[in-house]
């Protein structure tokens, strides 16, 4: 009987203690299982920024007529862009000088400038890009589509420019080519009976500047 007793007096020590062994299994298997946790790492810019020099670009314009293909320049009074590269989220804007307008003929600029622009009461013509389509290189040359709103004349259009563009250092050169349907847009034909002129003026933006760029990953 003496034994019997004995027996069963270790029988609640030997549980506790199998318990305490089962829960410690337990805390170890979750500890292995769950994953390490991550460290916040800073937040970098991702955006390229490119800032253009009025004094290095200029815009070009051109339009056929009936009797020849007028060529002219507009100044351009500011411009930034900036986009992330990663999304071809843009951003920023390009102002020129509408008043700046010149065809090369005192005349016809103004008519232009009084009739068919009227940049008395519209003195900008202003470009808001949207959206990079296609890859930018970090450096070096690339080509790519942005689209944006141009408004002209007091009224938004959508745009889609062609861009083609040169990165080196601190520096950055290129040029976007888009089509004005002025007409459609609803700014006055200059067209009469003796001279027929095209409804869609060919442009293309000569541009230079500074960037800055995102800072490279540690």
Known sequence: MSTMKNKNS???RAFLLGSAA???LALFLSAAAAPPRQQ???TANPEIVLTLDPAQSKVHFNVDSSLHTVHGTFNLKSGTVHFDPQTGKAGGEVIVFATSGDSGSNGRDARMHKEILETAKFPDAVFHPAQVEGKVAASGAFDVKLRGTFTL????????AQVHAELSGGHWKGTAQFEVPYVAWGIKDPSNFLLKVKKVVNVELEMSGTMQVPPANP
């Not at 004349?153 to 889609?160: L, P, V």
């Open 40 to 42: 916040a790492s800073p």
């Open 22 to 24: 089962s829960l410690a």
């Open 153 to 160: 004349h007091g009224a938004d259009h959508d745009i889609t």
């Open 10 to 12: 270790f029988r609640p």
